[in-house]
């Protein structure tokens, strides 16, 4: 039988973060998870007034998650109209490749959010700063740019900053951006977990966001899986997608089939991630004693999932007693058994 090396799991939160003020990053790219092709991530902590400076990304989409803590982004639209959004836990953004943003922590505790990049050569250190660019920029050519003294220019940060700390804005304070109007969603900003899941009972939920329900996010769609203790996402393959997992709670087992004999089979813990490629079979099973959670990035605006029991389903009983060996009756159940979570087994049947 073929043998693969290729590992599907790498412990994120416990690779060595980069620092600065008020800011902690840790990334994962493909140098970083070899088997993570097609997709790139990052856990990032603000503090309170913390931001991470205005930015872009030249070969990458940004797709967000915020775990806990509030935010507020920035974000410049190549047309030139810009947009301020405020983010809390279980809302997502979007912001397309080269688009200009920034992100700072609202308090009164620091904000956890997990960045998902459609590119596994993607790297959170080699990201377009506003700082790097105007400290190599000569003073003679930002004062005509942007109409500054010398004295002020030289007031400039020397080198690129990355995180850079500041004061907690609020609604009291003259900057706050103001809005006219109340809404659940705006264009770069979409409450996932306020969602009605996909649910079956006894197994778990799904909660998802495509294109359809966030249409900025062409190139990216993401779930969150609640998973009860011992059921499972049962096995599947996305067609259209490459599956990036960040294990938000619990404890998990996540294998991957890779035809040709090959099968990895790896276990996971809060903190980690884990990754399936585009067409390559897997499940998600709940191996502890609370529920688990898990975030999952695509690399597709949309999104699709051939599930094992829906594909037996379909077929005639013929077809499945011929093509697995079993007895008429038996495969006629298959037939009834479309799951999508399946429960913990009955006791009798473990």
Same mark, same amino acid.
């Given at each position: 039988?073929?043998?693969?090396?290729?590992?599907?799991?790498?412990?994120?939160?416990?690779?060595?973060?980069?620092?600065?003020?008020?800011?902690?990053?840790?990334?994962?790219?493909?140098?970083?998870?070899?088997?993570?092709?097609?997709?790139?991530?990052?856990?990032?902590?603000?503090?309170?007034?913390?931001?991470?400076?205005?930015?872009?990304?030249?070969?990458?989409?940004?797709?967000?998650?915020?775990?806990?803590?509030? #935010?507020? %982004?920035?974000?410049?639209?190549?047309?030139?109209?810009?947009?301020? =959004?405020?983010?809390?836990?279980? =809302?997502?953004?979007?912001?397309?490749?080269?688009?200009?943003? $920034?992100?700072?922590?609202?308090?009164?505790?620091? #904000?956890?959010?997990?960045?998902?990049?459609? !590119?596994?050569? &993607?790297?959170? /250190?080699?990201?377009? #700063?506003?700082?790097?660019?105007?400290?190599? %920029?000569?003073?003679?050519?930002?004062?005509?740019?942007?109409?500054?003294?010398?004295?002020? +220019?030289?007031?400039?940060?020397?080198?690129?900053?990355? &995180?850079?700390?500041?004061?907690?804005?609020? /609604?009291? $304070?003259? /900057?706050?951006?103001?809005?006219?109007?109340?809404?659940?969603?705006?264009?770069?900003?979409?409450?996932?977990?306020?969602?009605?899941?996909?649910?079956?009972?006894?197994? @778990?939920?799904?909660?998802?966001? %495509?294109?359809?329900?966030?249409?900025?996010?062409?190139?990216?769609?993401?779930?969150?899986?609640?998973?009860?203790? #011992?059921?499972?996402?049962?096995?599947?393959?996305?067609?259209?997608?490459?599956?990036?997992?960040?294990?938000?709670?619990?404890?998990?087992?996540?294998?991957?089939?890779?035809?040709?004999?090959? +099968?990895?089979?790896?276990?996971?813990?809060?903190? /980690?991630?884990?990754?399936?490629?585009?067409?390559?079979?897997?499940?998600?099973?709940?191996?502890?004693?609370?529920?688990?959670?898990?975030?999952?990035?695509? !690399?597709?605006?949309?999104?699709?999932?051939?599930?094992? $029991?829906?594909?037996?389903?379909?077929?005639?009983?013929?077809?499945?007693?011929?093509?697995?060996?079993?007895?008429?009756? +038996?495969?006629? @159940?298959?037939? !009834?058994?479309?799951? &999508?979570?399946?429960?913990?087994?009955?006791?009798?049947?473990?």
């Amino acid at each position: 039988m073929p043998e693969t090396t290729t590992s599907f799991r790498y412990r994120l939160e416990q690779a060595t973060p980069r620092t600065g003020s008020g800011g902690i990053t840790r990334g994962a790219s493909v140098k970083q998870f070899p088997a993570s092709i097609g997709i790139a991530g990052v856990s990032m902590r603000l503090a309170p007034g913390s931001m991470r400076e205005l930015h872009w990304h030249a070969n990458a989409a940004e797709w967000a998650y915020v775990v806990a803590g509030q #935010c507020r %982004t920035t974000v410049l639209h190549p047309n030139g109209s810009a947009a301020t =959004d405020t983010f809390g836990p279980g =809302d997502v953004w979007y912001f397309p490749r080269g688009w200009g943003h $920034s992100i700072q922590c609202l308090g009164p505790g620091e #904000c956890h959010f997990i960045l998902i990049f459609d !590119n596994g050569d &993607f790297s959170e /250190d080699h990201t377009f #700063c506003v700082t790097d660019w105007l400290s190599r %920029t000569s003073p003679e050519v930002l004062a005509q740019n942007l109409g500054l003294s010398r004295e002020q +220019i030289a007031q400039l940060p020397a080198g690129e900053a990355y &995180f850079a700390q500041g004061p907690v804005p609020d /609604d009291l $304070s003259p /900057d706050a951006e103001p809005r006219a109007t109340p809404a659940l969603t705006t264009p770069h900003r979409y409450p996932l977990l306020a969602q009605q899941p996909r649910r079956v009972p006894g197994g @778990g939920t799904q909660r998802t966001v %495509t294109v359809d329900e966030f249409p900025i996010s062409k190139g990216m769609a993401g779930s969150i899986l609640e998973i009860e203790p #011992c059921a499972m996402r049962e096995l599947h393959w996305h067609p259209n997608a490459d599956e990036w997992q960040y294990y938000l709670e619990g404890s998990a087992e996540m294998a991957v089939f890779l035809a040709e004999g090959q +099968i990895v089979t790896e276990t996971f813990e809060a903190g /980690d991630i884990g990754y399936a490629p585009m067409g390559a079979g897997h499940y998600i099973r709940n191996t502890g004693s609370t529920v688990l959670r898990v975030l999952v990035g695509f !690399n597709n605006g949309h999104y699709e999932a051939n599930d094992l $029991s829906a594909w037996l389903s379909s077929n005639p009983v013929d077809v499945l007693a011929t093509n697995l060996g079993l007895k008429r009756e +038996i495969a006629a @159940g298959l037939r !009834n058994r479309s799951r &999508f979570i399946a429960p913990p087994l009955a006791p009798a049947t473990r």
